[in-house]
């Protein structure tokens, strides 16, 4: 924002507002996973800090995550385990808190965890254990629940945040209100839409680490086979991930098409082995080198579960072919099917069922240190809200728990009030 421009909002602020409006020395946006840490960091301080969130109870994503269970971080934790139009961006803040700091803290507060796979780390109980730890953690701050914000100006030196209660002026403001993804849960587009009339370029938010839906035509082979899984490696674009996938009702879902659904974008192919440690068709010739009196789908079913199997070869007009009576070509196309299955997806299950969203505050908005913006002194961005987006895994945990580690800390060294 230009000095100009800034400064007009300091009067406009100064005129609509009252002296005796309330005062805090940090107001955090949201009391999601970024927010309620970047509280913890800031307690013991002697801050009068003030936490707001719309929602009746704090980290509700939290409570859900991980099938209940949280996964709270990822030992493998690196700045190319994130999707960002500034791929380095998120690099520093990451090593400024690492994963074995936090668990450090969840060791520390008593609760049990367990390593899933790859470094994934999840609570052998419930995830709102996570919840109460963060919130144990706050001290002073004022939690102030079922209170929605409705933007930030500049005022009187600082900041002035305006809610659906009073209006509360601040030395700085975290805005830590999240992504769009999943509104039943309280998700708002708030942070873009105050960072976006305070002059932060936007980039374009999408459902990311969400199911993939078919066209009704492709949906004769998939619909059939809801509920079947396989291990598969699923490539968009240049990424690929080698994981579960799951047939549904309405096109795929599992952690392999989570994973590539946040480097997907409308139009593009998915490329998708259903058998990645076989070649299909070598083996399937080798079958029928071998004597082939069985049939194709029999053939097939050693490769990949039985109804798979079966759809595959019923797909391709041979349902009760025999294995001998195929040429190698037609084998050689099935085994194609089989490795190199090419589907263009029509579109995502959307909001209603990502966990995450790709996209966000632009980070040449932001400093790379402190998240605080370059266009408001005072205002620091954290959390998902941030175009900074993990992959599955703890990844987007460990960005809400650092980034907001790295503005409390920013704080700290600074002082609440804008220099
Ligand atoms: C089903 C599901 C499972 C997940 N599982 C995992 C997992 O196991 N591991 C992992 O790393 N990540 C997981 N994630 C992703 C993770 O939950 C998010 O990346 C993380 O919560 C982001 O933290 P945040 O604080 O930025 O945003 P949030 O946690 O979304 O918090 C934002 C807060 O702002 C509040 N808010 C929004 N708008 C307003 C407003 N206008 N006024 C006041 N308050 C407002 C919201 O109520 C919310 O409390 C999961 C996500 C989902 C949806």
């Not at 309330?22 to 999601?32: K, M």
């Not at 991980?66 to 090593?95: E, I, K, M, W």
């Not at 995830?127 to 109460?132: E, F, H, K, P, W």
């Not at 966000?360 to 205002?379: K, M, N, Y």
Request: charged share 20%.
């Amino acid at each position: 924002m230009q000095e100009g421009s800034r400064q007009k909002l300091v009067d406009c602020a100064c005129h609509r507002y009252r002296a005796g409006m309330e005062h805090a020395d940090i107001v955090i946006l949201g009391a999601g996973a970024a927010g309620l840490f970047c509280a913890d960091s800031l307690a013991g301080q002697g801050l009068r800090v003030v936490v707001i969130d719309h929602a009746r109870a704090p980290g509700e994503k939290i409570r859900i995550s991980g099938g209940g269970r949280c996964n709270f971080t990822n030992l493998a934790t690196s700045h190319d385990r994130f999707l960002s139009q500034v791929p380095r961006f998120c690099a520093s803040v990451l090593a400024g808190y690492r994963p074995q700091d936090f668990v450090a803290l969840v060791d520390r507060a008593g609760i049990a965890w367990h390593e899933k796979t790859q470094g994934q780390l999840f609570c052998d109980g419930k995830a709102t254990q996570i919840v109460r730890m963060l919130v144990d953690r706050m001290g002073d701050a004022s939690l102030r629940l079922g209170t929605a914000v409705r933007d930030i100006s500049a005022g009187g030196g600082g900041l002035i945040v305006d809610t659906d209660a009073s209006p509360i002026a601040a030395g700085r403001v975290v805005l830590a209100t999240g992504g769009r993804s999943i509104p039943k849960m309280g998700a708002t587009g708030v942070a873009y839409d105050i960072a976006a009339r305070l002059g932060h370029r936007i980039v374009t938010p999408r459902a990311g680490l969400v199911p993939l839906t078919f066209a009704e035509q492709a949906l004769h082979l998939t619909r059939p086979l809801a509920g079947v899984s396989v291990a598969a490696a699923v490539r968009a674009g240049r990424t690929a991930f080698r994981d579960g996938l799951l047939f549904t009702h309405r096109g795929l879902s599992g952690p392999a098409i989570l994973q590539a659904s946040s480097f997907w974008s409308p139009g593009d192919e998915l490329a998708i082995d259903l058998a990645p440690d076989d070649d299909a068709a070598a083996a399937l010739n080798a079958a029928k080198r071998q004597g082939g009196r069985g049939q194709v789908a029999g053939a097939l079913a050693r490769l990949l579960p039985e109804r798979l199997a079966s759809a595959i070869a019923d797909e391709a007009g041979l349902a009760a072919a025999r294995l001998a009576d195929q040429p190698d070509a037609r084998l050689n196309a099935l085994g194609r099917r089989v490795n190199d299955w090419r589907i263009r997806p029509v579109g995502s299950e959307g909001w209603r069922t990502a966990e995450v969203t790709v996209g966000g505050v632009d980070c040449r908005d932001l400093d790379a240190r402190t998240l605080e913006s370059r266009r408001v002194a005072g205002l620091h961005i954290i959390g998902e809200a941030v175009d900074v987006t993990g992959w599955l895994g703890g990844y987007n945990f460990q960005w809400a728990w650092a980034s907001g580690h790295a503005a409390a800390r920013a704080i700290l060294r600074a002082g609440p009030g804008v220099s």
